[in-house]
């Protein structure tokens, strides 16, 4: 395969030979494309879109035969590769709201989930930090574990970050 080295769920994997043709002759090429040992795909097509065709987990391969018009050359066949593990996106997060002082509690919330091109189901860790340090006391949970802070914790930070670290289990 010319692209990419490595394999996940929403790749699209080219193939590109090259040749000669001994009397000059253009070349073309039939491909015949392979997911787990069955054809899904056989033409011109040098491309093949995991969206449609592949996912985690399965072995893809690919025939490639050069043709001159007359008679057919010898036929490539690729070594297989196994398609990867497709990270979460990450989630977009908001941190209490347009308006935080001293005497609101804070609330990490996700106002975009995270997506698994694999559909592996979606775990998260939220990470409350006032002045880059975890809080203390007065974590506790609103929607997910530990993405709030009480608002009598608040006064020990004036600058509060919330992370959330999405995780597919794999």
């Known amino acids: 395969f010319a692209n990419p080295a490595q394999v996940f769920t929403d790749t699209t994997l080219i193939i590109e030979p090259t040749g000669t043709d001994i009397n000059g002759d253009n070349i073309d090429y039939n491909y015949d494309w392979y997911v787990d040992g069955g054809l899904v795909q056989s033409g011109n097509q040098n491309t093949l879109d995991g969206l449609l065709f592949f996912a985690k987990g399965q072995a893809v391969q690919v025939t490639a035969t050069p ?3 007359i008679a057919d050359g010898a036929m490539y066949t690729s070594a297989p590769v196994t398609v990867l593990n497709s990270p979460p996106t990450a989630p977009v ?36 930090e006032g002045d880059g340090s975890p809080p203390t006391y007065g974590q506790y949970t ?4 530990n993405d709030s802070v009480n608002a009598v914790a608040t006064d020990i930070a ?11 289990g794999t």
């Not at 001293?102 to 995270?114: A, E, G, K, R, V």
């Not at 609103?142 to 574990?145: A, D, F, P, R, T």
Request: proline residues 7%; hydrophobic residues 35%.
């Open 93 to 128: 997060v908001s941190l209490g709201g347009d308006f935080i002082h001293d005497d609101y509690n804070l609330i990490c919330q996700i106002l975009t989930p995270s997506v698994d091109p694999d559909a592996d189901p979606i775990t998260y860790e939220f990470i409350l």
């Open 142 to 145: 609103s929607n997910y574990l």
């Open 67 to 69: 043709s001159d018009g």
């Open 158 to 168: 004036s600058d509060w970050v919330c992370n959330v670290q999405p995780d597919d």
